[in-house]
């Protein structure tokens, strides 16, 4: 009877940190900011699925997530909080598999801790309001994950091979970093059932004709795929350096919205989980190796690539798509952790971490400050001025917010030819992008709005040079969100 009782309790603490966790998420969400990469989210989203396959060939990151917005447009508009809510939601159901299948598969213990982690852990929260794929991609690469670990274990279901299957195409159509995990956990599986095929001959049948129908459903991408990698290998933003780039991926789950990297905690966290592995049976410790196994391949994967290739492709946000697998793994070793007082501790500093980046999320999503340009430029904005900018970063995200109330034309200026206009068309009809300021000027007379940022050469002085102008006004505006600084010129020509 106690241990029944017992069953029951822990099965209503699961339920209640699930629930807690899932309001703690959404407590920053509800918000209208935007910072570039959002910007270009929400813009990709109001075109159609064939022109958002057509642009989305020349960015960096495959189509999926976009279809999903724009599907919620479809029955919201282009409302940012319902987007907003769709990756707090995706997350809410990460945590909710450690309920509905970590419990089931490696016990109450093991599914408790990773519902805390999923939801607790600083980056749950961070990612949770942010208007990209992330929290997407970490929900697919669980769930493929866990069937996949289910075929491994031969306990196979009606529909494992379809959740597998369709788990995995999709991760790989959100993020380029789902296809890899997709490949490694695919490439294992594969291995698996090949060295064990006499006693698993109708799995291995089974799973042979779900890659095939992976690899059909991949094969419209394919083109796409191999487009960008060739336009990854001649040059990309991302940088490489040591040791900042090993913090980073260290830290990523525990910082959030933090102003600092807690390199110290986290090392000392993984020495820990280091400590549990060494204090396990050989023979108990294959689920939790077997999911850091994986993440430390999508970390040296893109190493090597970035090592020996022309261009860097490792970025710690990029990992964020394994998340599931290795907060399993953590949780696989914590539930092992004997000391109830070690885990307890352990827990505690995961949540004051998390609500001290939650505390810092929710001054800077909801800081006043954060609409004063938008306020200022709806209240002087007229129906034929234009806005010309050459720092993209901070000219797409006005030209997205102000596109929600007015048609004014912007100009992307691209004088360092970035040869982003066929990915920028994702913010047509509002953006147009042009190499010279000839194109853009040479015929038009009226007031001109222009965006400058710290990044880019005075805009007013070069045209200043070219034409001659009148400089109505000037004013610098600070928004919280995300540390942008927008400063605004208006000139008539």
């Known amino acids: 009877m106690f241990e029944k009782l017992k069953k029951i309790d822990l099965k209503y603490y699961h339920i209640a940190i699930i629930i807690v966790g899932i309001v703690f998420i959404s407590l920053s969400i ?41 599907i919620l447009s479809f029955f919201f508009g282009s409302n940012l909080i319902v987007y907003r809510i769709f990756s707090a939601t995706t997350i809410a159901l990460l945590g909710i598999l450690g309920y509905t299948h970590i419990r089931k598969d490696f016990g109450a213990k093991v599914g408790i801790l990773f519902s805390f982690l999923a939801l607790f852990l600083p980056v749950a929260s961070q990612y949770a309001g942010e208007i990209r794929m992330y929290s997407l991609g970490m929900l697919l690469g669980t769930i493929m994950a866990i069937y996949a670990y289910r075929i491994f274990q031969g306990k196979i279901g009606k529909l494992t091979f379809f959740f597998f299957g369709i788990s995995s195409l999709l991760v790989s159509y959100t993020h380029y970093y789902g296809l890899m995990l997709a490949g490694i956990v695919n490439l294992l599986l594969f291995v698996y059932l090949c060295i064990h095929r006499k006693d698993r001959k109708k799995d291995l049948i089974a799973f042979v004709i779900t890659a095939v129908l992976q690899v059909l459903g991949y094969l419209p991408w394919l083109i796409c ?100 697998v290795l907060i399993f793994a953590i949780a696989f070793f914590m539930a092992k952790d004997t000391k109830a007082w070690r885990v307890i501790t352990i827990c505690t500093i995961i949540v004051v971490m998390a609500i001290f980046s939650n505390i810092s999320m929710i001054k800077e999503n909801y800081a006043a400050a954060n609409n004063d340009w938008l306020d200022y430029m709806k209240n002087e904005i007229e129906e034929d001025d234009i806005i010309v900018y050459c720092n993209a970063i901070n000219g797409a995200v006005i030209t997205t917010n102000l596109s929600n109330y007015f048609d004014n034309q912007s100009y992307f200026y691209d004088k360092e030819h970035w040869n982003v206009d066929e990915a920028y068309k994702s913010y047509s009809p509002y953006m147009k992008i042009e190499d010279s300021l000839e194109k853009i000027l040479d015929d038009y007379h009226g007031r001109i709005w222009l965006i400058e940022s710290e990044n880019t050469h005075s805009l007013q002085d070069e045209i200043d040079e070219k034409y001659n102008i009148t400089k109505i006004d000037s004013k610098e505006f600070k928004a919280p969100y995300k540390n942008y600084t927008y400063t605004i010129e208006l000139i008539e020509k």
């Open 225 to 324: 795929f191999i487009t960008q990698l060739k336009g990854v290998s001649g040059g990309f933003w991302i940088t490489l350096s040591f040791p900042g780039t090993i913090y980073d991926i260290l830290t990523m789950q525990y910082r959030g919205n933090l102003s600092f990297a807690p390199i110290l905690l986290s090392t000392a966290f993984y020495a820990y989980i280091i400590f549990l592995i060494s204090s396990t049976k050989k023979e108990e410790r294959k689920p939790g190796v077997l999911g850091i196994a994986i993440y430390i391949l999508m970390i040296l994967i893109p190493l090597v690539f970035s090592l020996c290739m022309a261009s860097v492709i490792l970025l710690n946000r990029y990992l964020l798509i394994a998340t599931g």
């Open 30 to 70: 509800f918000h209208s900011n935007m910072w570039f990469d959002e910007s270009y989210s929400v813009a990709i989203s109001r075109h159609s699925f064939s022109e958002i396959w057509n642009i989305t060939a020349h960015d960096v990151h495959p189509a999926f997530y976009y279809f999903c917005l724009h």
